[in-house]
C-alpha cells in the first residue's frame, strides 16, 4: 500500500529534505501536494484527505496548531516538524503524538512513516487527542519557562513575564511580581523557548509580552509596560508591532 502524504512547511528545503527522505523510506508513498503556505495546507488536506501530513509547526501567517483547528474533522495522522525544542514538543509529547527535528534525518522519518503504517494496517483510530494537543499547545497561560541555575532550577508561569531584555549573553526577566531574574542564555533562545504568539520582539533587545503594555508613545516610539518599564520600539517594526497587538486584543 502506498501512503498519500501532504507536506506543509513554510521552508522550501525543509520540504525537500522531508520529500528526499521519504524517497529512501522503507514505507511506500505519495506525495499528493506540498506547500509553503499554511493557509493553503488547509485547501490541500481538504481537497486529497491523505493519510499522513508533514506539518511544520511555527509558520508566520498560521502555526500548525491553528491550522488543525480549522480542519472540521483530522481523519489523518500528523507528523509534527520543527527546528527547537520548546514547548511545543512537550505538548506532542505528553499526548503521545509523533515529532521530527529539523534538520531531519532518513532513519527519523522512516521510523514514523512506519508507525503510521502499523496503524493503518492494524485498523487502529489515532491514540492521539488533537484537539487536547492544541488546546495544550495554544494556551500560554499553562506553560512554564524552566530557569536553571547553581542551585537547580525554578519553573516560572510564561503569562507571569512582562518583558525580557537582552543583557549581552544574558537575559533578564522582568515579572509581574516585581522580581528580575538574571538568566544565562541569550534572549533569541529564550525567544524560541517561549514561542507564542503574544510575545513580540519589539527591538533586538527586548522580548515583551502584548498583555503587559500600558501605552505607546508615537513620539519617542516607546512601549510603557505595566509596571512602568520603557521599551524601545524598533522602527522598523512599528506597523508589526500594531498589527500583534490588534490581533492579540481582539482574540
Request: hydrophobic fraction near 40%.
Amino acid at each position: 500500500m502506498k501512503l498519500g502524504v501532504v507536506i506543509i512547511d513554510d521552508e522550501k528545503h525543509a520540504i525537500e529534505a522531508i520529500e528526499n527522505s521519504i524517497k529512501l523510506s522503507q514505507v511506500k508513498c505519495e506525495v499528493l501536494a506540498v506547500t509553503t503556505n499554511p493557509l493553503e495546507g488547509i485547501g490541500l488536506i481538504l481537497k486529497y484527505s491523505p493519510q499522513v501530513v508533514f506539518l511544520d509547526i511555527e509558520m508566520p501567517e498560521l502555526t500548525g496548531f491553528e491550522l488543525l483547528e480549522s480542519i472540521p474533522e483530522i481523519k489523518f495522522e500528523i507528523i509534527f516538524a520543527t527546528a527547537y525544542e520548546n514547548y511545543a514538543i512537550q505538548a506532542i509529547k505528553n499526548n503521545a503524538a509523533d515529532y521530527i527535528l529539523k534538520p531531519v534525518s532518513v532513519s527519523e522519518i522512516n521510523d514514523a512513516l512506519l508507525k503510521v503504517k502499523h496503524k493503518i494496517l492494524n485498523n487502529k483510530e489515532s491514540s492521539v487527542d488533537y484537539k487536547k494537543l492544541i488546546n495544550e499547545a495554544g494556551n500560554p497561560d499553562d506553560r512554564k519557562l524552566k530557569i536553571n541555575s547553581s542551585a537547580g532550577f525554578e519553573l516560572i508561569n510564561i503569562n507571569d513575564i512582562i518583558f525580557i531584555e537582552a543583557q549581552s549573553m544574558y537575559s533578564e526577566i522582568n515579572l509581574k511580581c516585581g522580581e528580575n531574574m538574571l538568566i544565562t542564555k541569550p534572549l533569541k533562545h529564550i525567544e524560541n523557548q517561549i514561542n507564542s504568539s503574544v510575545f513580540f520582539r519589539a527591538h533586538r533587545s527586548f522580548l515583551i509580552n502584548i498583555q503587559y503594555v500600558k501605552r505607546y508613545d508615537s513620539d519617542k516610539n516607546q512601549i510603557v509596560m505595566s509596571n512602568n518599564s520603557t521599551v524601545q520600539l524598533a522602527r522598523r517594526r512599528k506597523e508589526e508591532f500594531k498589527n500583534v497587538l490588534e490581533k492579540v486584543l481582539n482574540k
